[in-house]
């Protein structure tokens, strides 16, 4: 932790995803007004004492919609990585742990959807499953899921034959014992990672699919979608598209900043 | 910025609108703005929404109405006004039961193709209409229609099933347009991309997902039309795109007009909005047959908990009228002046209360999410109705997700309809037991009968009394809630002339347009 | 490499192509709704669903219907729209080879920024020059493209400043000029996220090339820096940039989707996400399978390109 915040991008990162915290936890708490709260009388105001960051088409304060949004928005991507790790972890653990044809049957249903760009994936999942920040959720995870059991996968097969594993099976270790005392602590950081950048990856997957009117759905405050209800508005308030697209360019940053900078702290390559 | 009336009403907002209709002098074939027309030029149109077909006997898209109306003549058009015209037909009359019809055609009118048109052509259309695989919308407004004969080359008689003074109003739907017997000897499919009408345009080639470029049909039978030589719709999926695109000068003409962007189009340089009052509606489906609308006192608390003037302001900034849950506006011929619920949160409390909900009531609404208007008019219903007790929970889902679970079937969810040309196809295709969309389940037996006795009548006195039973039997019942009627907002750049809005927005007069640039 | 490895390859290629055209089909199958609602819409009348129940058919069971649209696929029978009531692989083929263009332009921009700009930064390691690319780099891939799209739109696209056309799609034969125009803002939008996310991975993989044993014996022997960097540097750092841009073709072909929504340009983007709102099921299934099959095909060029430029990789 301590290398993490001497390093220069692990520490842009810290300081960002510690805002971005601030405001997921508490923005509720802190926002000024009832995010949901109608004021007829000030739609599409820009920046004032009464309202920080101005006001968009039904009047309703920016600051409070961007406050209440970070928790829609950043559980969003928290979610649907966490998913994805926990199913594509799984299945590349045990791909490359039991190896053989179950390894290469697994690969080749892997190699499969891959080959579908993600964001079709997603959509395709999300029409099934009916739209919904929930359902976008699950897709983003399934979608996910592939190349995440990819990465288990080969991170497995590299340390499969390092001595300690095969100290273990030496010992007599069970296959399960070996697979989750062994192999697992050890594939644990290039899996972190990986997911602390596709976090990112899935706040602005989470946010298209708002935009395409396929996530999450109004009233709520998630930034894509307030995006999405705002493009219209934007001639006549700016701050309306502006600062949830600040908000969601901010968060993904933090998590990228951060990914990278446990990238190099982790890969012994990395250090340079 | 010409047109100055336009943006000065747009100024008053909602105030004016109830008073200022557009200018209705406008007829067939007499140029609303002065100057001679010129001719020449190509005019270019941006429109949000696909044009999928060109199938004039199914279409149903905002674009695709555009469409048929160039490549398209029927026997009838309607007005502005609200009435129909002479368009293939040049005249026509009823006996004295308004059960039997003769239609006298226009002489000398060829098809695209050059094939002369007949009374067959006409008898062949409404055959085909009829016949339930063609899946024609217009064949419920057909519906009485029992026979139709070609008694000479130029005259069609139409007997009917039962007394029914609107023919000619019917015969002028969006999907009555008069195609050759020939082509409907054919597959039908063969309409979906290959337009052959008698309309002012002729098709020349058609990419659904970018662009219809029409030409002039010199053989045009409204003699020196139309002034154009080509038209080209352009497809922009995306709002602030079109709008761009629009204000840039790459387009002539858009449409639609978001209310959000009428303003700053209104006033752009070289742009002028065209507003015209309609009868399109978001309405608030309360399904009458389950708990809680099925009393009467939940649907009235709920119809005072609507800010409609508000409603106006907000949503459609200024660009619409508040209603009062009737669904006939002022452009229709036998409105009654029925006066909207007023805002009372607490008269709503208490009739709630009423009703068995002392404690108010906790109901969820569902919306689709498109277009847009419909969450916005819930999410504004929702806050308003706070006050009187009702804890609305706005569900917004995509559009296909809401066909799939909703639409037809849900308790309480809004609807979005287009204005209709008579009395009777607005009550017959909602509120009777037996409309087409009979969504909120209210059947009525008395406002059945009455709907019913209109068709048949002819006397107009008599008529407009029978419809004002029916109207202010749906403003004691509330069938669903009805907050304001939505204008038609459309857009051309000053050089255009008479790029017209509609009410029904299935008309456009594209023949009238002339380009006045050197 | 050899032929035997190349059919491996197209083989595999195949067996990717099946796996997707099953996943597809069954997501397809369980779409949820009555498929005629779905296709006809909100204001269709009850005689207009019933007479495309009837047209639609949908009343064999699934693995027949399976075989006969794959075995149509392959024979080149791809169906017929049920919404546009047109050929699918008509309306499929055109939109390809629109999509292909804005995909190329965008993958060129790509290319002749983001190399040299990643070459820079490892070149200038430390300096103000790698900050602001790096910067860069970062806001970059933070900013979703509807976001991007919606930016350029305002400030190049207006009636005020703007000098670029706000979307549509002008084929060759407009003219040359008019067809670029309208190439500008999508491609622009792609390219943001890509260049931003490819220059970083050339700098670092260059900082890696450049201080090897390798580029330092090449200095040692006294050879001019630009000579090193050129000829041996660069060289050994283009293999690795290949990769990464074929990784982000996925990306690509994803982004397509909402950039060609807000530019209104006619791709295969557009017609997936009109496809998916109408329940265009031949659409959908054929597109998704065009554009897995553009990946897959991409994925094996670019893994050809990487043998030639880099001595190293050899495939049995």
Redo the contacts between chains.
């Keep these: 932790m301590r290398e993490l915040l001497r390093h220069p991008t692990g520490l842009a990162g810290a300081v960002l995803l510690a805002i971005i915290a601030v405001m997921t936890i508490f923005g509720p708490l802190i926002a000024p007004y009832d995010p949901q709260q109608f004021h007829p009388l000030s739609r599409l105001q820009g920046p004032s004492v009464a309202y920080w960051l101005g006001t968009d088409q039904f009047g309703r304060d920016i600051l409070s919609r961007i406050l209440t949004g970070a928790r829609s928005t950043i559980l969003f991507g928290l979610g649907a990585t966490m998913a994805g790790v926990a199913a594509g972890g799984a299945i590349g653990l045990i791909a490359g742990a039991i190896g053989g044809a179950v390894d290469s049957l697994i690969m080749r249903l892997l190699d499969g959807l891959l080959a579908v760009p993600d964001l079709l994936f997603t959509l395709l999942i999300v029409t099934v499953l009916g739209g919904g920040s929930g359902h976008a959720m699950l897709a983003v995870a399934i979608a996910f899921m592939p190349g995440l059991a990819r990465i288990a996968r080969s991170t497995v097969l590299s340390v499969r034959t390092r001595e300690f594993v095969l100290a273990a099976q030496a010992r007599g270790e069970s296959p399960a014992y070996v697979i989750a005392c062994e192999i697992m602590p050890n594939t644990i950081a290039p899996i972190i990672v990986e997911a602390t950048i596709r976090v990112s990856f899935a706040i602005m997957l989470g946010a298209t699919l708002g935009f395409l009117g396929l996530g999450a759905q109004p009233p709520s405050t998630e930034w894509g979608l307030m995006i999405a209800e705002a493009r219209q508005y934007m001639f006549r308030n700016p701050i309306c598209v502006a600062a949830p697209g600040v908000a969601i360019a901010l968060a993904a940053l933090g998590f990228n900043l951060l990914g990278d900078a446990l990238r190099d702290l982790t890969d012994p390559r990395g250090r340079r | 910025m010409t047109q100055l009336p336009i943006t000065r009403r747009s100024a008053l907002a909602g105030l004016a609108a109830a008073t200022a209709l557009p200018d209705l002098s406008y007829a067939q074939g007499a140029p609303k703005t002065g100057g001679t027309p010129k001719s020449g030029g190509t005019l270019k149109i941006s429109h949000p929404t ?1 044009v ?2 060109l ?1 004039v006997l ?1 279409i ?1 898209g905002p674009a695709e109405y555009l469409a048929v109306d160039m490549l398209y003549s029927g026997l009838t058009r309607m007005g502005p006004d609200m009435r129909a015209q002479p368009d293939l037909a040049l005249e026509w009359s009823a006996d004295a039961d308004a059960k039997s019809f003769i239609f006298k055609l226009r002489p000398n009118v060829s098809f695209h193709d050059g094939k002369p048109f007949t009374a067959e052509d006409v008898v062949a259309t409404i055959k085909t209409i009829q016949d ?6 217009a ?2 407004v057909l519906s009485m229609i029992g026979d139709v004969a070609a008694v000479d080359p130029l005259t069609v008689k139409f007997t009917l099933n039962s007394s029914y003074a609107d023919l000619p109003i019917s015969l002028a739907h969006a999907n009555a347009r008069i195609v050759s017997a020939e082509t409907l000897k054919g597959p039908l ?1 063969a309409l ?2 290959k337009a052959n009408g008698t309309g002012p345009f002729k098709q020349e080639s058609f ?4 662009m219809l470029k029409l030409v002039k049909n010199p053989a045009y039978h409204q003699p020196g039309k139309p002034h154009l030589d080509a038209v080209e719709m ?9 709008t ?2 629009y ?4 387009v002539d003409a858009m449409l639609e007009v ?1 209310q ?2 009428f303003k ?1 189009i209104s006033t ?1 340089p070289g742009s002028v909005g065209v507003r015209t009052p309609s009868g399109r509606f978001v309405n608030v489906v309360m399904r009458q047959d389950q708990k809680p609308f099925d009393d009467v006192r939940v649907r009235r608390a709920m119809a005072m908990a609507v800010d409609r003037p ?1 409603l106006v ?2 949503i459609l900034e200024g660009y619409g009228r508040p209603a009062g849950d009737n669904v006939i506006s002022p452009g229709y011929r036998y409105l009654l002046e029925t006066t909207a619920p007023k805002y009372d949160p607490t008269a709503a409390k208490k009739l709630l209360a009423e009703a068995g909900y002392p404690n108010g009531l906790k109901i969820p609404l569902i ?1 689709s ?2 277009p ?1 208007i419909r ?2 008019v ?3 219903i ?2 308003m109705a706070k006050p009187a007790g009702f804890d609305i929970d ?8 809401y ?3 909703v ?1 037809m079937k849900g308790q309480f969810y809004i609807g979005y309809w287009g204005m209709q040309s008579t009395e009777d196809q607005a009550f017959t295709l909602l509120f009777t037991t037996d409309a ?1 969309f009979a969504d909120t389940a209210w059947n009525s037996k008395e406002f059945d009968a009455l709907v019913a006795k209109g068709r048949a009548t002819i006397d107009d006195a008599e008529r407009r009394k029978i419809y004002a039973e029916a109207q202010a039997l749906m403003v004691r019942d509330v069938p669903s809630i009805i907050p304001f009627f939505q204008d038609v907002l459309t857009a051309n750049r000053s050089y255009v002339k008479n790029w017209v809005g509609h009410p029904l927005a299935r008309y456009f007069f594209v023949e009238n347009v002339w380009l006045d640039k050197a | 490499m050899s032929a035997a490895y190349l059919l491996r390859r197209l083989a595999a290629i195949l067996i990717v192509l099946l796996i997707v055209s099953l996943t597809v089909f069954s997501i397809t199958q369980i779409l949820p709704g009555n498929a005629a609602v779905m296709i006809l819409g909100e204001y269709a009348t009850p005689a207009q669903l019933q007479a495309l129940e009837l047209k639609l058919g949908l009343d064999q069971p699934w693995y027949i219907q399976y075989w006969r649209w794959f075995s149509g696929m392959l024979s080149g029978d791809w169906g017929v729209s049920m919404r546009l009531s047109q050929p699918v692989a008509a309306l499929i083929g055109e939109a390809f080879w629109r999509s292909a263009a804005l995909a190329l332009a965008s993958l060129a921009t790509v290319t002749l920024i983001a190399i040299p700009l990643g070459i820079l930064a490892a070149l200038k390691r430390g300096t103000i020059v790698d900050l602001v690319i790096g910067l860069f780099a970062y806001v970059g891939t933070a900013v979703p493209e509807f976001v991007t799209a919606t930016l350029l739109l305002v400030f190049l696209a207006g009636p005020d400043r703007g000098f670029l056309p706000a979307g549509g799609f002008a084929p060759l034969s407009e003219g040359i000029g008019a067809a670029l125009s309208h190439v500008v803002l999508p491609a622009a939008t792609l390219s943001l996220i890509l260049t931003a996310h490819i220059a970083r991975q050339v700098r670092s993989e260059m900082s890696d090339v450049l201080s090897s044993d390798y580029i330092r014996a090449a200095r040692l022997k006294g050879l001019s820096e630009r000579s090193v960097v050129l000829r041996h540097a660069l060289r050994n750092a283009m293999a690795p940039a290949v990769a990464v841009i074929s990784l982000d073709i996925g990306y690509l072909l994803g982004g397509i989707l909402v950039v060609e929504e807000v530019f209104a340009w006619p791709g295969l983007g557009r017609l997936i996400i009109y496809a998916l709102q109408n329940r265009d099921l031949p659409v959908i299934q054929a597109a998704t399978l065009v554009l897995a099959f553009t990946y897959a095909l991409s994925n094996l060029v670019s893994d050809i390109v990487i043998a030639r430029l880099d001595p190293r990789v050899r495939y049995a």
Excluded at chain 2, 207 to 210: G, I, L, N, P, Q
Aim: aromatic letters at 2%.
């Design positions: 696909r999928a077909s199938n199914q149903s339930p695989k063609s899946a024609s919308p064949r419920t499919t979906d991309t990419d659904s997902a970018r352009h497809l922009f999926p995306d709002l602030a795109a079109e761009q695109n204000l840039s000068g790459a978001q959000a962007d700053r752009a508000t302001d907000i919306c999410n498109r847009a969450s916005q819930g999410i504004a929702k806050e706005v569900q917004t889902m995509p559009h296909d997700t066909l799939a679970n639409w087409a």
